[in-house]
């Protein structure tokens, strides 16, 4: 964890915890911490080192809190969204924003509020039945529209990834055969403008070498079709992707390096008048989000440390969807006011989990602790991305955290 940002959220647990103490408020300490501040810092630097043929779209799945929005809205070029949603949400706050609609299984409600909408600049189209229901729609409120095919094609430089989506069966765009067919319906339609090709094969990806390897055979696939196609293709969405690095948290993608080797490879493929777009979510949000959590008990069990906190996978799902252990920090208090001993665990390896009655709830495991009592906090970093908005909170029915946005 950067030092300035650690010591600002243990200053603000320790000014809650002792609040609590004042007003002898027995509430164990559950909460949300997301830095706006390194958020700013970190998107200015993202799109800033960007080669100047592109951009960079926030996908606001990632994480869809209204301050983090409103920080991202200053630099980043537009949002992706992926639902009616989605789209309400950002057509309300941010009205000037260019938008592009993705995802599998549009409905036709979602179709018609795209074509309705002044900011929805590209669909995304994912397959041959979409494509038939938009054009209906374009028909019936005579309307054109604009459109990227996204593709699901192998590659030769595709990594195995555990979140690979292309080139193997899922229900994200379209393979060739499709493509084919879409082409010579679009060729037949006046309404329907196909721009060019949406491609997010792989996620996770915390290598720059490999993903630009992926995106050079992007642009070659991209090139080949314009070709071959005779098509005139202005556009090419290279999706998101990039990893972050939750088992090794100091090895952090390069950006910087990554785009000045893009750059190279723009040129070099004679790309500089394609718009290139991206629409990354977990690289940008993840690193400004902390689920800091009290622990409640801690006990042996078969040889085994377990310390138990308030919370858990029902709030911070990331490290069960992930199946890493998540990296963490721990907070001394010092407070205690009880007559009893206080539970702790020194020098020891341990199981971080929280409340929930099952196994699948574990937040870190097999992690040397140097020490930890009873009520101290364990903050888990690298929370920002896919993480309170992908949990199941409901499960249980145990309190929900706090929520803090720091700035200034
Ligand atoms: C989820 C998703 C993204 C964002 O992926 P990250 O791994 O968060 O960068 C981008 N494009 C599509 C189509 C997605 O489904």
Same mark, same amino acid.
């Given at each position: 964890?950067?030092?300035?940002?650690?010591?600002?959220?243990?200053?603000?647990?320790?000014?809650?915890?002792?609040?609590?103490?004042?007003?002898?408020?027995?509430?164990?300490?559950?909460?949300?911490?997301?830095?706006?501040?390194?958020?700013?810092?970190?998107?200015?630097?993202?799109?800033?080192?960007?080669?100047?043929?592109?951009?960079?779209?926030?996908?606001?799945?990632?994480?869809?809190?209204?301050?983090?929005?409103?920080?991202?809205?200053?630099?980043?070029?537009?949002?992706?969204?992926?639902?009616?949603?989605?789209?309400?949400?950002?057509?309300?706050?941010?009205?000037?924003?260019?938008?592009?609609?993705?995802?599998?299984?549009?409905?036709?409600?979602?179709?018609?509020?795209?074509?309705?909408? %002044?900011?929805? &600049? @590209?669909?995304?189209?994912?397959?041959? *039945? !979409?494509?038939? $229901?938009?054009?209906?729609?374009?028909?019936?409120?005579?309307q054109s529209c604009d459109i990227l095919l996204r593709l699901n094609?192998?590659?030769?430089?595709?990594?195995?990834?555990?979140?690979?989506?292309?080139?193997?069966?899922?229900?994200?765009?379209?393979?060739?055969?499709?493509?084919?067919?879409?082409?010579?319906?679009?060729?037949?339609?006046?309404?329907?403008?196909?721009?060019?090709?949406?491609?997010?094969?792989?996620?996770?990806?915390?290598?720059?070498?490999?993903?630009?390897?992926?995106?050079?055979?992007?642009?070659?696939?991209?090139?080949?079709?314009?070709?071959?196609?005779?098509?005139?293709?202005?556009?090419l969405n290279v999706g998101g992707g990039i990893g972050i690095n939750?088992?090794?948290?100091?090895?952090?993608?390069?950006?910087?390096?990554?785009?000045?080797?893009?750059?190279?490879?723009? %040129?070099?493929? &004679? @790309?500089?008048?394609?718009?290139?777009? *991206? !629409?990354?979510? $977990?690289?940008?949000?993840?690193?400004?989000?902390?689920?800091?959590?009290?622990?409640?008990?801690?006990?042996?069990?078969?040889?085994?440390?377990?310390?138990?906190?308030?919370?858990?996978?029902?709030?911070?799902?990331?490290?069960?969807?992930?199946?890493?252990?998540?990296?963490?920090?721990?907070?001394?208090?010092?407070?205690?006011?009880?007559?009893?001993?206080?539970?702790?665990?020194?020098?020891?390896?341990?199981?971080?989990?929280?409340?929930?009655?099952?196994?699948?709830?574990?937040l870190a495991y097999n992690r040397h602790i140097h020490h930890i009592?009873?009520?101290?906090?364990?903050?888990?970093?690298?929370?920002?991305?896919?993480?309170?908005?992908?949990?199941?909170?409901?499960?249980?029915?145990?309190?929900?955290?706090?929520?803090?946005?720091?700035?200034?």
């Amino acid at each position: 964890m950067n030092t300035t940002i650690q010591s600002k959220i243990h200053g603000l647990i320790k000014n809650i915890k002792n609040e609590k103490i004042s007003h002898n408020d027995q509430s164990l300490f559950c909460s949300y911490f997301y830095d706006l501040d390194s958020l700013k810092t970190h998107s200015q630097e993202i799109v800033r080192e960007l080669p100047q043929s592109c951009q960079m779209f926030y996908a606001t799945k990632a994480n869809s809190e209204l301050p983090i929005l409103k920080t991202l809205s200053e630099d980043v070029h537009g949002f992706e969204v992926a639902s009616l949603g989605e789209l309400e949400l950002i057509q309300q706050h941010f009205p000037n924003h260019p938008i592009i609609f993705g995802g599998p299984g549009k409905t036709n409600d979602e179709l018609a509020a795209c074509l309705k909408s %002044k900011q929805v &600049e @590209l669909i995304h189209i994912e397959s041959f *039945f !979409e494509l038939i $229901r938009l054009s209906d729609l374009c028909k019936k409120n005579k309307q054109s529209c604009d459109i990227l095919l996204r593709l699901n094609i192998e590659l030769p430089s595709l990594p195995k990834t555990k979140l690979t989506m292309g080139g193997s069966p899922t229900p994200f765009g379209m393979d060739e055969e499709t493509l084919i067919s879409c082409l010579s319906f679009i060729s037949r339609q006046n309404d329907i403008h196909l721009k060019g090709i949406h491609l997010h094969l792989a996620s996770l990806q915390t290598c720059e070498e490999t993903h630009l390897n992926l995106i050079a055979d992007y642009f070659d696939y991209f090139k080949k079709l314009q070709k071959h196609g005779q098509l005139t293709l202005n556009h090419l969405n290279v999706g998101g992707g990039i990893g972050i690095n939750y088992n090794d948290p100091n090895h952090k993608f390069n950006w910087r390096y990554f785009c000045s080797k893009l750059d190279t490879i723009i %040129k070099n493929k &004679e @790309l500089t008048n394609t718009t290139i777009r *991206f !629409e990354c979510g $977990r690289y940008i949000s993840a690193f400004c989000g902390y689920y800091a959590i009290e622990v409640i008990d801690i006990k042996e069990t078969h040889d085994q440390n377990f310390i138990i906190c308030r919370g858990g996978t029902h709030h911070f799902r990331t490290p069960y969807a992930q199946g890493h252990s998540h990296p963490f920090t721990i907070l001394p208090i010092e407070h205690w006011p009880h007559s009893y001993t206080r539970p702790e665990l020194k020098q020891a390896t341990a199981n971080i989990v929280g409340q929930l009655c099952t196994p699948k709830d574990k937040l870190a495991y097999n992690r040397h602790i140097h020490h930890i009592r009873v009520g101290d906090i364990v903050i888990f970093s690298h929370a920002g991305a896919y993480a309170w908005n992908i949990s199941h909170h409901n499960f249980l029915r145990h309190p929900q955290p706090d929520m803090h946005f720091i700035k200034g």
